[in-house]
């Protein structure tokens, strides 16, 4: 099994949610995160202080599938999370060794 | 008809020199008013608004200035923030009716008042001063008693001890405020020497600026300053305590009337003026510098106005007070975005730029646009250029005064007990630390 | 002894033609009430409660309509939201002083008013308006105008350009609402027509909803508009809004009684059972549609309360406040979760649907209910059912002038500056790109 | 003038027994009382203040109590919290009008008023109550009838179902509010017995404080109490609250003086004394029990104190207040922190401690430190050790009759619809399953 | 090493916590993540307008853990997590190649 | 490709992400979290009520890297994150199989 950890803009989250399911992935656990990279922060201004931040917003999508279609669910969340434009994110794909369903005991591919 | 009138004006000469807080105001239901012998009446409608605004100036203290700081610390502060605001008001609420009070309005030298109404003892029921209950004058002035070192706190939020903050507070409001509470307004010399201060430009702002300015001095930056992020945390905070302080300092101004009449009415009118035009003159200098118009901005330029208004409300007309304002707006700016980062100091909350800068301004600016017709006293601009001289003599001692004396008490409570915490707690949070709470 | 207690009526005479807000108001001291001949003389008691609901009023737009709305639209834009009602609360004092008052209440032609007030020149301390200082109802007019172009941000929140929005206020506020205001108050020809308007309804209300209507039509939904979730980030602040509202209403519609006196207690206790009919309306509603009473919708439901009883303050008694309540909690419950959504547009925080929708159900049932032992004036329940008519006069006028007025400033601004940010400052939010703040 | 002195000192008198609400308040206007047998006039003095109590006294209810409570709860059940206060604001406001204000103020037996204004029908505008008007009284009224049933439901927050409160707060409303308010207000045998209740010890503290014991008991503790975390979610709200209840308080104390005079100042001095002292009180037994002074602490001592006061605010001096704001604020938090978690009970943000206990002892130390030249009664410390008798007289009636009522009517209640959400919904929040609404 | 992934219900977070420290864990992880899952969201409703939430708040655990005991690790989690009642959650395992702390620089097991 | 993982206290945010920039890291995500280990948590007192908080305020640090730059960067974290006292926090480093940048589908080392 394949966990895919997706970093995108927050307001495709729904969207590439529903690519997601579209394609059969069931569950995925989803944080607020902060992101750096080529994509610029901003300034804030406080009576006349300047802070530059450098962490821009990001939603962290994580999803544990099954080999067969990890390929799939990259390419899903690719085109269902890219505007063409700077800091669209990354995708990163890691292995698991074992997975289970809490509720049931159920373990590896039925688990997911 | 004419004796009310001389009355009247005779009252307001009164008001010039002993102001308008003075027990001594005039008595303002003229029917009632048939010899100049006649002992002063209470006047409910007087009494009504007076007990208004004394609870709105409550509220500019709880929870106005706790939340206007509030929102400007990080979240790690945002409790110790409010505590020190709202353990003022306790705190000095017990000291006024133990000794401030008496220090502040009973007769005694030309400097500080006398004791004899320690513990308010022997107020009654139908004491008065002027046509309202005393007790009615006694917690209208607690009010401004408990905002003064309140607004000090925003110098040297988040770094100071709760304990050395108490100290300092308590002793503060009997050796700073009291005497100049009473040089100004009790009788004393200032107030004698014909010094205009409406509402407190003086006894409040330019004291507790200044107060802000040492303390700042004394206790260091805080740690990061300079390198780190130190943003506010939540404006939402801010823009209610700034509201709230527009809405309390109606009571503030238009309540040093004294009375429910055309002063309090004028008051209320340019403090909303100079407000409103203060607010403007802010946003439109940030907006021009930095390009962007900001929620801070306006609000701090809305109590620039506040501040510099409060000593002109009752002697200036609507233009004057929209000059003022203007003025105000852009000093404190430049006081808060260009002097202070110049000099390098970490007054944390511009407590110095906005009620120090502010209120010499507003006391200068009194000394000019003084209008006759409105409190009595000319100013500058109809020919009496040496109000701006006697104003200036009350913001230099004020000035002085408050300046030394505070650096004194600062230093024996730091050789007692400290007055900064650790730089561990400073990185932790002062909420958790000194308080075991959090706001998550 | 005589002579005093007849200018008093006088007072109240004057303040029935002068004052718009007496309008039909009862001598209320009917034993004092000689002689019809003497100058009206300052009621400090009136005084004191004019001073205050011109404090609480203030209150309601800062903090109250800035954190109403600003509860209800997304975190990203909730700076944005507080600052266009702070800035349009300094931007209209000054106008309002500059021009709007003089064009709103001295004596002009049937549409709008003269220019001899500009900059509030010749005002004297002493002036009075019926038996309050003339300063006093300045100002108190001045928080009226200050909150209905206020109210009106409602309607294109979370997409404006804050220089377009300062532009429109400003001179919807000289060009709409001073003529509408004196049209109904300041001797112009609704208010001689006898159309009723205690507080507001049509003057604050309908002419903001209507207004509101336009600008969202005008300006457009907002990105993402029905397709992503566009939910309040954070209804407390709604629910101290919401609050503050209620309570600044007493200033509001007591307040409008220009007085202290049983029209002011009676426009207070309708006003508090009008809200609190409407408010149970609509929980009901929704109750009994979406199976789930909520906090936003109880206190939507109490503002249309306070909304429709608004013009019916002075003129109605208690069990007709509870019908106008119901009624138009019922309504507005309607207008915004049928009626919106059916016609499609984005009024996005249901400017129309409380404020418009909730006036003119308000100011038609004024003409209902009206007990002539109240205010004066008999509605159609007693017989008059010409006064409808006459009310559904005031409504159309109003909509339509302000309606048409309305749409060609946006026009207008729209093609000098533009009128709305793009889209890529939607996504990030105002507050950030704007005004380079954000509330983390 | 010693006819006045006379009517003043009867007035005073007629306060002690028939309460200082009561309509037939001294005429304050001395040079128009000429003689005894002139009808009370409408004052404009006084009733501005007491619009404007009305005004600050629902402040303290909607937002004040609302974020109070909401605050200490978990944010799950934060907008549940702020609903049940605001819902109760609305729906007392109509049973008032429908029969609660006849029930607690017309004429009837010993234990409970008549009928007759039902619906205030018959209410005209210049109906008088003292001297202010009619209206204003029953809104006066209102505003405390509100608040204390808000005052109980922090005793069951988080696990109450909204429909069960809501029959719960309705018919203990009428049942127990009314006749309580009668008996020691509107003319009942705890009035004419001597009873001393200046603002509501008895007729709102002790009353909420046993019903909220007794509401604890009968619907559980919180699943997950003394187990789990249950900690407040943001004192940032507990502190807006603590402090507009402060600020509204004034309204409460001081405008139970039904006039704007000596009274009511020294009303509003002695609250302003007692809250300080009862808040440091609590806060020094906090710093020395944990080691640690909390802003929770500090809030909830002044409220203890504001509290404590309230029975006693027109009766005692400046002194007596600051000895029965001590002592309440170190009751009160015995009561929260040891006596509570000894007895093991979950009343959730702990209204019996704060109101009930606050409230008992501040009706026996209105009894020991009464002073017969503030209120016309001596307390035990001047000779009438009687007083004190009558006062736990007063408190056991109210204890008994209250807590009874109060669990017969819950009783039945979950009987017929159940009281309390299920153990999911608990788990969830309510704000989600019962509202549909969530704060993020 | 392994690093246990637990996605858990907010309110099991103490007593998984002790259950954890209870097999001798000495530290974990903690972050606040919204699930999707085979547990349906819920409906709000503002003015009328219904939004559903499809996400629903999760607790998620990460505990690096030594080989041996990484099999008693995750069968711990799961019965201190369960409730046996949909949206329980799910635990992931993943292999770690390196383990530092930062404090004194051991590395791996020493680390954790 | 490596994910390294770097669990550290909150004020040397900025301090670390300066230093990995300087040697070469160009990404990065960040998480708030809570940490539970030997650094004791701490008590907090509501009316008398004590409660004792054990997880504390820490920030993840995410950062997929190249294989070769892998053991520098943890180095640099290691030291840039330090200050000796109990609670500095922990990194782990584990095997990413697949990177991809959703902007342009660029994938693996190309894609950090
Ligand atoms: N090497 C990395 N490791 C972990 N996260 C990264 C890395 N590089 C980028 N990210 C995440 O991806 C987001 C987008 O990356 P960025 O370089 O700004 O734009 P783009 O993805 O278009 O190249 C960043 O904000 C960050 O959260
Ligand atoms: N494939 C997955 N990858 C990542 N997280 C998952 C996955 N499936 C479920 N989850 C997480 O586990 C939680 C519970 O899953 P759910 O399907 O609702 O119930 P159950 O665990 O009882 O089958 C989800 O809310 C989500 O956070
Ligand atoms: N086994 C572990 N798995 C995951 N995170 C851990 C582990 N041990 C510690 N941590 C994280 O590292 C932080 C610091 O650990 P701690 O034991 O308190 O101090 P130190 O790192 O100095 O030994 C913890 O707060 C926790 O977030």
């Not at chain 2, 020199?17 to 009446?41: G, H, L, Q, R, S």
């Not at chain 2, 009716?97 to 006398?114: E, H, K, Q």
């Not at chain 2, 407190?200 to 702002?205: C, D, Q, W």
């Not at chain 2, 003022?324 to 730029?353: E, Q, R």
């Amino acid at each position: 099994m394949k966990l895919i950890t997706a970093i995108i803009k927050p307001f495709k989250l729904d969207e590439t949610r529903e690519a997601l399911t579209g394609i059969g992935v069931q569950g995925m656990t989803v944080s607020e995160v902060k992101g750096f990279g080529r994509q610029k922060g901003h300034t804030e201004i406080y009576r006349g202080a300047e802070y530059s931040v450098s962490f821009i917003p990001k939603v962290m999508i994580q999803a544990a599938v099954s080999d067969d279609i990890a390929d799939t669910a990259v390419e899903t969340i690719r085109s269902a999370a890219e505007t063409g434009e700077i800091g669209d994110g990354k995708i990163f794909v890691s292995e698991i060794t074992k997975a289970v369903r809490i509720r049931t005991g159920e373990t590896d591919e039925e688990a997911l | 008809m004419k004796i009310m009138k001389t009355r009247y004006a005779a009252s307001v000469m009164a008001a010039r020199i002993a102001a308008p807080m003075a027990a001594f105001a005039a008595v303002m239901t003229p029917a009632i008013a048939f010899a100049a012998d006649a002992p002063p009446k209470l006047d409910s409608g007087d009494t009504a608004w007076m007990l208004t605004s004394t609870a709105i100036v409550l509220l500019m203290t709880i929870p106005g200035i706790a939340l206007f700081y509030g929102g400007m610390v990080r979240k790690k502060n945002i409790l110790t923030t409010l505590m020190q605001s709202f353990a003022i008001c306790c705190l000095i609420s017990v000291l006024w009716m133990v000794a401030g009070y008496s220090l502040a309005f009973t007769a005694g030298g030309s400097f500080v008042g006398g004791l004899g109404k320690m513990f308010l003892s022997g107020l009654k029921v139908d004491d008065l001063s002027g046509t309202i209950p005393e007790s009615v004058f006694i917690t209208f002035q607690m009010t401004f008693a408990i905002i003064t070192p309140a607004l000090i706190t925003g110098a040297f939020a988040e770094r100071m001890k709760f304990s050395a903050m108490l100290w300092f507070v308590g002793l503060w409001s009997l050796v700073v405020y009291a005497p100049i509470c009473y040089s100004v307004w009790g009788g004393g010399f200032l107030g004698k020497a014909g010094v205009l201060d409406f509402a407190g430009g003086t006894v409040v702002h330019i004291n507790s600026g200044i107060a802000a300015l040492v303390a700042a001095l004394v206790i260091g930056k805080r740690v990061g300053y300079g390198k780190e992020v130190i943003a506010p945390h939540n404006l939402v905070l801010t823009v209610i305590g700034g509201s709230l302080l527009w809405v309390g300092w109606f009571g503030f101004n238009a309540g040093s009337a004294v009375a429910a009449n055309g002063t309090a009415g004028m008051a209320m009118l340019v403090t909303q003026i100079a407000t409103a035009g203060a607010a403007l003159a802010w946003m439109c200098c940030e907006w021009m510098t930095h390009k962007k118009p900001t929620v801070l901005g306006i609000v701090s330029g809305a109590v620039a106005g506040l501040v510099a208004v409060t000593p002109a409300a009752g002697f200036v007309d609507p233009m004057g007070s929209l000059f003022i304002g203007i003025i105000a707006g852009t000093v404190c700016f430049w006081g808060a975005t260009w002097l202070k980062p110049k000099l390098g100091f970490d007054d944390s909350l511009d407590v110095f730029a906005v009620h120090g800068l502010g209120g010499i301004t507003g006391a200068i600016l009194t000394g000019v646009f003084a209008v006759k017709a409105i409190g009595g006293t000319s100013g500058m601009l109809e020919g009496n250029a040496g109000q701006v001289w006697l104003q200036l003599y009350g913001v230099s001692v004020t000035l002085v005064y408050s300046g030394i004396a505070t650096f004194i008490l600062l230093k024996v409570i730091d050789a007692v007990i400290g007055l900064r915490t650790d730089e561990q707690t400073e990185r932790e949070g002062l909420d958790l630390v000194l308080h075991g709470e959090t706001v998550p």
